[in-house]
């Protein structure tokens, strides 16, 4: 893992460096998280990121595609992804240097909503479990959308439509817990819950530990990665 993690600084750099999509993403999501944040907490005087989260995801599942699209596509069109996998580089450490980087990227993006989560301890007295692991469910959702974008983006070769399908995989992952609306009888209903993420946000906002909803987030991510590991090797 360690020409991963060579990897990932060498990519961590590219995506700052060569494109001003990533520093104006940031800034934009910065903005917005600080408008959300006194609109919900601050003017409310709620100490709770009820309100709050659910908009930070809608700007999470817009933000991380259009960034992430460029991952692979741009490797492409650089003819450096056939560079690095005729090197002594493995393809599965050529992966997860992106896979690291990237979700590096979502994690400084992210980084307001948990600085705004410190600061309720000290402006009021938060209920402390629901708080920490609603932050935990958004830290693990931001995780699974970069890893779900970033598969889109190697079966991708141009990042427009990289992240136009991301936008459309996201939309629709987000979609179903609607789904239970639709539906009557409760199997149906129970499996709805099951794949719906709301679902397991809104369990951990409750503050307490609910096995079930990490194991969501990592059997998804963990599925997710497999499968775009196993194209990577595939394609060598």
Avoid: C
Wanted: aromatic share 16%; proline share 4%.
């Amino acid at each position: 893992m360690k020409m991963s993690w060579l990897l990932a600084k060498r990519d961590l750099n590219s995506i700052f460096m060569n494109s001003i999509i990533a520093p104006i993403i940031l800034f934009i999501f910065f903005e917005l998280s600080g408008f959300f944040f006194y609109i919900f907490l601050v003017s409310a005087q709620i100490a709770s990121l009820e309100g709050f989260i659910p908009n930070m995801i809608i700007i999470l599942a817009l933000s991380i595609p259009i960034v992430v699209a460029r991952a692979f596509p741009e490797e492409r069109k650089n003819n450096t992804l056939e560079l690095l996998y005729t090197s002594p580089v493995s393809d599965t450490e050529v992966y997860f240097g992106k896979f690291i980087a990237y979700n590096l990227f979502s994690l400084i993006m992210i980084s307001p909503v948990i600085i705004y989560t410190a600061v309720l301890f000290f402006v009021g007295k938060p209920e402390i479990l629901p708080l920490i692991f609603s932050l935990l469910g958004y830290i693990l959702l931001t995780v699974l959308f970069t890893t779900i974008s970033l598969l889109v983006s190697y079966v991708s070769n141009n990042q427009v439509v990289a992240a136009m399908v991301s936008w459309v995989v996201l939309l629709i992952i987000s979609l179903i817990d609607w789904l239970k609306n639709l539906v009557y009888k409760p199997f149906f209903k129970n499996l709805i819950s099951n794949l719906s993420y709301q679902e397991h946000l809104s369990n951990l906002s409750k503050g307490f530990l609910d096995l079930n909803a990490l194991l969501y987030f990592l059997v998804f991510i963990g599925l997710i990665i497999y499968v775009n590991v196993t194209l990577v090797e595939s394609k060598k």
